[in-house]
């Protein structure tokens, strides 16, 4: 069942949207949905051909967005994007903090700088990207930044832990920016998405008896889907959500796991 029709949010016309990992799966639908607003979106990927394909998709939206690459593990990159995107489009009002790699692993295989490099493509950006957008955002009187974490640690899933390990520092990471920046008027919250049906991870996993586990586990007998990710991060980085900042919202049709 695809997610229902999108809300309209008055507010997020026009908005400057930055999204990680905007090239496929969950950063794409965030893209579709935040230009289908009328927001003005760029979005940053290593993966040239899914973002060069979403970008001309969407060239008839009000703003169309702009695919912009970038490796988000090399740092002095993502300072130089940053700098560009605020150069053409103004500063960002709005980060969404979206790319991830959660790559399966056994202990014996992980060495030093496998550790590193999950935890920069998983942890590290987040805080960097953030500390690139957070002085706009300041000067113009407040802006949103959502995080991406996972059920996956709260699940206590197998073969997962640097992953796992990524993202629960994520939550810890969006009650420390939400407490620092909530006198900026910066609100700061945290997506926990479920067993989402990403065409990587359909491709990698989703076998019918894999999709009977995330039934077993889930409250709703439904597969949650990037555009209903994408509903939830409209209402957060709406003026509906003035309220709400340093929080984790969960978007996983009640999944408490199938205890097995
Ligand atoms: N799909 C799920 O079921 C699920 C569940 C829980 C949490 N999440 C989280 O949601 C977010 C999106 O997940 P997804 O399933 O859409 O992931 P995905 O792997 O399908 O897409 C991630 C995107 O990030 C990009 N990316 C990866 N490394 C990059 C790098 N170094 N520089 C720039 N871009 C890079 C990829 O090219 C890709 O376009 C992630 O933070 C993920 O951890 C997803």
């Not at 832990?161 to 407490?179: C, F, L, N, Q, S």
């Not at 990587?200 to 555009?227: D, S, Y």
Request: with cysteine; proline share 3%.
């Amino acid at each position: 069942m695809k997610a229902s029709p999108l809300a309209i949010y008055p507010d997020l016309v026009d908005k400057r949207v930055v999204v990680t990992g905007g090239g496929s799966g969950i950063g794409a639908a965030f893209v579709e949905a935040f230009a289908a607003q009328g927001a003005r979106v760029s979005f940053l990927d290593i993966a040239d051909s899914d973002g060069m394909a979403l970008q001309e998709k969407l060239k008839a939206a009000k703003h169309s967005p702009k695919f912009v690459r970038c490796d988000l593990t090399d740092l002095d990159s993502v300072a130089s994007v940053f700098n560009a995107i605020h150069k053409n489009m103004g500063t960002t009002d709005i980060l969404i903090n979206n790319a991830a790699n959660d790559v399966r692993h056994n202990m014996d295989e992980i060495t030093s700088a496998k550790w590193d490099a999950s935890i920069a493509v998983n942890l590290k950006h987040l805080y960097f990207c953030s500390q690139a957008v957070v002085p706009g955002m300041r000067a113009r009187g407040g802006g949103v930044i959502l995080n991406l974490g996972s059920i996956s640690w709260h699940l206590a899933l197998p073969n997962l832990t640097m992953y796992m390990t990524a993202k629960a520092g994520i939550e810890a990471m969006t009650r420390g920016m939400a407490r620092d920046f909530g006198t900026d008027n910066i609100r700061v919250n945290c997506i926990i998405p479920g067993a989402i049906k990403t065409p990587k991870q359909t491709l990698l996993w989703h076998t019918p008896e894999a999709e009977t586990k995330i039934f077993n586990g889930q409250c709703l007998k439904v597969r949650v889907e990037p555009e209903d990710v994408a509903n939830l991060a409209l209402f957060l980085a709406s003026k509906s959500a003035a309220k709400c900042t340093g929080r984790e919202y969960y978007i996983d049709a009640g999944n408490y796991g199938d205890g097995a």
